[in-house]
C-alpha cells in the first residue's frame, strides 16, 4: 500500500507539482476577490505579471541550470544508503515526515540567513520589494536565490538522508503553504489563532512584509510555525495592526521602478541606483 503510494508519487511528480501549484492559486486568487483583507496599493497587472514571470523563470532556470534536483539527490542518497535518516530503523511515515520536518528547519535557518547576510539579502530583498501582499508574492523570489536555495536544499538532504518522497512532499507542502500565507485574504480571528499553531498563517507572515526592520526581520518560517517560537524570531502582530502597515522596503517605494527587468537586475545595484533611468525620473 504504502509502496504503491510511493510510486504513484514518484511516477506522477511533474504533474503533482503543476496541479497543486494551480489549484492553490486559483483558490486562494477566488478567496483574495471574495474576501480580501486589505485593498491593494499598486495594479494588480504589473505585479501579477512580474511575480509571475519570476516563477517561470526561476523554474526554467533551475531546470536547465542543474543537472539534478533534490528528488535525483535524494534517490542517489537512499540507493547508497547514505545520510542519518536512510541509517536508522524508521517505520516508513516517520522517515517521511522526519525529512519534511528537517527540510524545515533548514529552509526557516537559511531565510534567516538571507536577511543577516548582506550579499545574500540583495537577492532576498526582491521577495520583500513588492508594495502589496498577496498570493502571486508568494512565488516573487530572484532566480539566484532559487538556485541558491536548491544548492542547501540538496545539502541537507546529503546529510540527513531524507527520502525522495519526503522531498516532492515537502516541495509541495512549501509551495502550497507559501501561497496560501501570502493570500491578501480575511481569516476569522478565533480560526487563525488556532490555525497559526500548526501553519505559517497570512497573518503571521504578512508581519514579516513590513516595512519596519524589526517586523520584517520576524517570522521567518514559510512552512511550519514552531520555528520561529522556538528560536524567539516570532511577532504575533505588526506595530501598526494589518490594516494600517506598510508593505515592501524603505528604499523601494517607486512601483515604476519594480517592474520586471528592474527586479532582475535588482541584486547588482545598489538601493534604488540603476544603470539607466526611467522615463519619468
Ligand atoms: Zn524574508
Ligand atoms: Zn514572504
Redesign the pocket.
Known amino acids: 500500500m504504502v509502496s504503491s503510494l510511493n510510486n504513484f508519487i514518484l511516477d506522477y511528480e511533474p504533474f503533482i507539482r503543476i496541479s497543486f501549484f494551480l489549484s492553490i492559486l486559483v483558490l486562494v486568487a477566488i478567496w483574495e476577490l471574495l474576501a480580501p483583507r486589505r485593498p491593494l496599493a499598486t495594479s494588480k497587472r504589473i505585479r501579477w505579471y512580474s511575480n509571475l514571470s519570476l516563477v517561470f523563470i526561476d523554474t526554467l532556470t533551475v531546470r536547465l541550470l542543474l543537472p539534478v534536483q533534490a528528488v535525483g539527490v535524494a534517490l542517489s542518497m537512499g540507493k547508497y544508503d547514505w545520510g542519518i535518516l536512510n541509517n536508522v530503523m524508521l517505520p516508513n511515515w516517520m522517515g517521511i515526515a522526519l525529512g519534511i520536518l528537517g527540510l524545515d528547519l533548514v529552509i526557516y535557518l537559511q ?1 534567516a540567513m ?2 543577516a547576510i548582506p550579499a545574500f539579502w540583495r537577492l ?1 530583498r526582491v ?2 520589494t513588492d508594495l502589496d501582499f498577496d498570493v502571486t508574492t508568494g512565488v516573487r523570489f530572484h532566480p539566484i536565490e532559487i538556485l541558491l536555495s536548491m544548492g542547501v536544499k540538496m545539502a541537507a538532504v546529503v546529510v540527513l538522508g531524507v527520502s525522495a518522497i519526503a522531498v516532492i512532499l515537502f516541495e509541495v507542502l512549501l509551495n502550497a503553504t507559501s501561497m496560501f500565507n501570502h493570500g491578501n485574504i480575511r481569516l476569522p480571528g478565533r480560526i487563525d489563532r488556532v490555525l497559526r499553531l500548526l501553519v505559517v498563517t497570512p497573518e503571521m507572515h504578512r508581519v ?2 513590513s516595512v519596519v526592520i524589526k517586523e ?1 526581520n520576524s517570522n ?1 518560517g514559510f512552512n511550519f510555525p514552531w520555528w520561529d517560537r522556538l528560536m524567539g524570531t516570532y511577532q504575533a502582530q505588526p506595530a501598526r495592526g494589518h490594516e494600517g502597515m506598510i508593505f515592501g522596503l524603505s528604499q523601494f517605494r517607486n512601483p515604476t521602478r519594480l517592474t520586471l527587468p528592474r527586479l532582475l537586475i535588482l541584486p547588482f545595484f545598489e538601493t534604488g541606483k540603476y544603470p539607466f533611468k526611467h522615463r519619468s525620473e
Open positions: 531565510h538571507f536577511h532576498h521577495h520583500h514579516h512584509h520584517h521567518f
